[in-house]
């Protein structure tokens, strides 16, 4: 007996856009991809051409390997000048730390001058920030003058409509015109379309497809109107418009969403780590090989702090708080005592200014935030990260994961020592529910958008803000 045509075997006839090894297939998505790979290997011909280098084979390998490392770029065009910046700056660092471990592993390094190597290093950074300004000012022109706009209609005046209409409005890029919308309701929210018609009802579709030029068409509909979507794309059956289903779950607050498959049946994550296969392997190796560096050079400074805290006050050496680690489950976090008393019960009260708990050594240990050097043995232990979410008391847990919207999603990843709500002014004393509710939003910001050059800025970012802090106390 034959099947029922179901709702996701239908999905099957919409039409998926091709992409560049992860990036849509346009003009902007083949410069974003092509653009910092290209830069990386003018400016290394250019030092060869400077430093009159005839061009040799081995630098026509490293041409090769800085091109595949650096293939496809991540920066978009669409994104705001600091974004780019720091971006382009953690890529170029990851790029650096790669090339450079595996030219002193190999050997390979002392076939190369060390000042054109030196100069590339300096130079390509720049040359990059340059070349993204430039195009930033010279890809809609370059449009322009190309191809007509990619013509597209929504159907469904909704809040998952409008978000996508937003988007095509606020990124020239995607050189796309919205030339109106259609749906059977009379919804509150026509005011809202702007310049963009109301093209008419559901009925009127086909036909407006067929005679105007239409080059897809976009399914704002809710998941909740099954019947009537399969109607819609049954009646598409007969035109060559590309089809889109944009589901009203993208409007949830998606952390690390995407697109999988259980065999041949198509899942999406709507919460999900970040840390799966290859990341969380490059996630958990960079871990280590920072935490070994910064235990090494730090040991001196760690056996003195130990010392001099079992000197100028009465009590343990290191204090062992109880945390929440991954997926929730209990851990022992490990600092060096900072105050007189070791809360680690039901109740903990947090430091606060002028703090009577503190010791004076404590205070110091706080404010450069030396008493966390002791948790780079938590990472080794593989119950930390270097970036993460901080981990919060066990007792505070339990009192703001009933306050908090989405506050025990952070436990998806291992807490960090440091994270991008410390690092963007939420460190320190959480003494009301939007201060929470702030480093919460930060935290989930960090899940959506977790990448090792990510990882890198943050770690920049805290120590800068370890230099020049007035909320550590």
């Not at 070791?342 to 706080?366: H, Y």
Request: hydrophobic share 45%; charged share 20%.
């Amino acid at each position: 007996m034959p099947l029922q045509p179901t709702f996701l075997s239908m999905i099957n006839i919409i039409d998926k856009p091709n992409h560049f090894l992860g990036k849509s297939f346009t003009l902007a998505g083949a410069i974003e991809a092509l653009a910092d790979p290209l830069v990386v290997v003018a400016v290394l011909v250019a030092c060869m051409l400077g430093f009159n280098h005839a061009f040799e084979r081995h630098y026509l390998v490293l041409g090769i390997i800085a091109f595949s490392l650096s293939f496809p770029g991540n920066v978009g065009l669409h994104e705001t000048p600091r974004r780019m910046v720091r971006k382009v700056l953690t890529n170029w660092l990851v790029f650096l730390g790669i090339l450079g471990s595996f030219g002193v592993v190999t050997g390979y390094t002392a076939s190369f001058t060390r000042p054109l190597l030196l100069t590339w290093a300096a130079v390509t950074p720049l040359a990059q920030m340059g070349c993204h300004f430039l195009l930033r000012w010279g890809v809609p022109k370059m449009m322009a003058m190309g191809a007509s706009q990619r013509r597209v209609v929504i159907a469904g005046v909704n809040e998952v409509g409008l978000q996508l209409l937003h988007q095509f409005e606020k990124n020239p890029y995607l050189n796309t015109r919205v030339l109106g919308f259609f749906d059977d309701r009379n919804s509150d929210r026509m005011r809202e379309l702007g310049s963009r018609p109301m093209l008419g009802p559901m009925s009127g579709l086909v036909d407006f497809l067929q005679g105007n030029h239409v080059d897809a068409l976009y399914l704002a509909l809710p998941m909740a109107a099954q019947p009537r979507i399969l109607s819609v794309l049954d009646e598409l059956k007969d035109t060559t418009v590309s089809i889109y289903f944009v589901p009203d779950i993208f409007m949830t607050d998606l952390i690390q969403g995407r697109l999988d498959s259980v065999g041949p049946m198509p899942v999406m994550a709507v919460c999900e780590t970040p840390f799966n296969g290859i990341s969380g392997m490059v996630k958990r190796a960079s871990d280590i090989l920072i935490a070994l560096v910064i235990m090494l050079l730090a040991s001196p400074v760690m056996l003195a702090l130990a010392l001099a805290v079992k000197l100028t006050s009465p009590g343990p050496v290191i204090f062992k708080q109880r945390r929440y680690g991954l997926d929730g489950k209990e851990i022992l976090v490990y600092k060096f005592r900072s105050m007189s008393s070791t809360d680690n019960g039901s109740v903990v009260k947090q430091a606060t200014k002028n703090d009577s708990r503190i010791t004076p050594l404590g205070a110091v240990l706080r404010k450069t935030s030396l008493d966390e050097l002791p948790q780079f043995y938590n990472v080794l232990q593989g119950r930390m990260s270097i970036v993460g979410p901080r981990p919060h008391a066990v007792a505070h847990n339990e009192t703001y994961r009933k306050l908090v919207k989405g506050y025990m999603v952070r436990h998806k990843v291992k807490p960090g020592i440091t994270g991008w709500a410390q690092v963007s002014g939420y460190r320190g004393e959480t003494d009301t529910i939007d201060k929470m509710e702030k480093r919460i939003e930060f935290d989930l910001e960090y899940l959506r958008n977790w990448s090792l050059g990510f990882d890198l800025w943050i770690i920049v970012k805290t120590v800068l803000v370890v230099l020049n802090d007035k909320k550590a106390y």
